[in-house]
């Protein structure tokens, strides 16, 4: 394995509740992502997953632990993180162009190079002749596409995805795993990718990290082999369904484990 | 369309049916004063018939003193809205958005936003007089507070993952203010506007209750010693389309400036 680009360093996470005991959503998660690579994290919901996203992305400060860009302790947010959320966010009051523009005009870059570096995204994520469209006039695929031109346009150092296409209808969300397949196979970004869709993460991933139920922990790493370029019809080829399978298998104990320990609060 | 669609919940209507329905009301509205009046069931000094408000109307605009009267109310209304707003609305974005602000402001909007205006005249007099600032202040308290809390919960209202968002491509907190949560809370603070206009004109004629000699709502309150009601109307039905004409304009700004949003 080439360099850690990112670190995380026995990060916990608990959120204080009035009069309770604190809500540990992480205990003592460490794990790594290489210069270039692309990770993927899966585990139940409620896990904490979309918690150490945000951690990376300093939105949220750890309890305990450190988190490291190329070997620097991070200290809030920045734009050398960028990251596409779930939920719709971009800007209403943007067209298209000026929302991926966003990033370089708070930076105070000149209209010109502005405007180079969107067209250039704009077409990598095929919204050429939606320029001048508003985020209202979009379907929710091609609202993804603009957020995620938007977040590649700051050129980060990392990118953190948090179920970017967990809103989405299945057809359009394959195709935006694939588009997002042929944009990091040659820009080679580094991606932290967040999902519970066991498909979306062995198909883009170079390495799954299976995390247990709350309070999450890394449970079990995967590394990807299957080869490049990738595409959808690997959905259906063997080496897929193994490595569905052990997925599957891990989640499903997960799973399991988190309904029972919620009866017993439920219970107590 | 059969009736059953037509009577079920939001279903839509034909335009031409919701306009026929709209002035059946009108004529309704206007067959049912007539009746009364020239039928004879309702003496004049009670309710004036139609055509002698359209007289009073004639007069006025003749004399030239209902332009003055309507001359000296919108001054009074739009100052006093216009300086409500302009205090109200980055307050109340601010006071949506960071809780030091609201925690700040919530014990006097609390309490001021149950407290009738009339209630304060006394004090206004006192204070300000009984010159045009009075007036004002009464159409600025009446709107002010109910503003701050209307324009404080539209800014509340914006989304957290657009505010990260924003703070991941770049944006510092100053930026993610000016940048992010002015624009986001615009729709919302110009729907509340146009609301908050609405009830500006209803706080009219209290505004013109002490020592007025000119406005829509002296007019009234001076035409009732004598029993004209055909002013009393007048004024009633002055001040019913001046408000139907703000709220167009209202309309129409917020189309014209927020075009990518677009209005309920």
């Known amino acids: 394995m080439t360099t850690a680009k990112l670190v995380v360093d026995r990060v916990r996470m608990a959120f204080p509740r009035r009069g309770k005991e604190p809500v540990v959503a992480l205990e003592e998660i460490s794990l790594t992502v290489a210069e270039e690579e692309f990770v993927v994290i899966v585990g139940p919901s409620g896990c904490g997953k979309s918690t150490l996203l945000r951690l990376v992305a300093g939105l949220v400060e750890p309890s305990a632990g450190r988190i490291l860009l190329d070997g620097r302790e991070i200290d809030g947010p920045s734009a050398d993180r960028g990251m596409v959320f779930q939920s719709y966010t971009l800007f209403p009051w943007l067209t298209v162009r000026r929302n991926v523009e966003f990033g370089l005009s708070l930076r105070g870059v000149a209209a010109a190079e502005r405007q180079r570096v969107a067209r250039r995204f704009i077409t990598e994520v095929g919204l050429e002749g939606f320029e001048d469209a508003y985020p209202e006039q979009l379907s929710g695929g091609m609202r993804q596409r603009t957020a995620l031109a938007r977040a590649l346009a700051n050129d980060p150092e990392i990118l953190l995805m ?46 799954v990290l299976v995390m247990t139920a709350r309070p999450g922990r890394i449970k079990k790493e995967l590394a990807i082999g299957l080869p490049r370029p990738r595409d959808i019809s690997l959905l259906t080829v063997p080496a897929f369904m193994a490595y569905k399978r052990e997925v599957l298998g891990l989640l499903h104990e997960e799973a399991v484990r988190a309904e029972r320990s919620r009866n017993e609060v439920g219970g107590a | 369309m059969e009736l059953r669609r037509i009577l079920a919940p939001k279903e839509e209507i034909p335009a031409g049916l919701r306009l026929a329905l709209g002035l059946l009301t009108g004529i309704s509205f206007l067959a049912l004063w007539s ?147 002015f624009p986001a809370c615009l729709p919302g603070v110009m729907d509340n506007l146009r609301v908050t206009m609405g009830w500006a004109w209803t706080y009219l004629v209290v505004a013109e209750l002490v020592a007025a000699n000119s406005g829509l709502g002296y007019m009234i309150l001076n035409a009732m010693r004598g029993l004209f009601t055909d002013v009393i109307l007048l004024g009633i039905f002055v001040i019913g389309f001046l408000g139907l004409l703000t709220d167009q304009i209202f309309k129409w700004i917020r189309r014209w400036l927020i075009p990518w949003s677009p209005a309920f």
């Open chain 2, 35 to 181: 009746w009364l009046t020239y039928g004879g069931l309702v003496r004049a000094d009670f309710l004036a018939p139609p055509h002698e408000v359209l007289m009073a109307g004639i007069r006025g605009l003749e004399r030239g003193t209902l332009l003055r009267h309507v001359q000296a109310s919108l001054i009074v209304i739009l100052s006093g809205f216009a300086l409500a707003s302009i205090l109200a609305v980055p307050l109340g974005i601010l006071m949506g958005s960071f809780q030091v602000v609201a925690a700040v402001l919530e014990p006097i909007t609390g309490f001021m936003r149950y407290l009738p205006v009339s209630a304060l005249i006394p004090l206004l007099i006192l204070w300000v007089g009984i010159g045009i600032e009075e007036k004002i202040a009464v159409i600025f308290l009446g709107t002010f507070f109910q503003q701050l809390i209307l324009v404080s919960d539209v800014s509340a209202r914006v989304s957290k993952d657009l505010i990260d968002c924003s703070y991941t491509l770049g944006a510092n907190r100053r930026q993610v203010v000016t940048r992010v949560l």
């Open chain 1, 162 to 207: 948090d179920e970017p296409f967990g809103a989405l209808d299945s057809q359009t969300r394959q195709l935006m795993q694939e588009l997002l397949l042929r944009i990091w196979e040659h820009a080679h970004k580094t991606v932290l990718f967040i999902t519970h869709d066991i498909d979306e993460a062995i198909l883009l991933a170079d390495r």
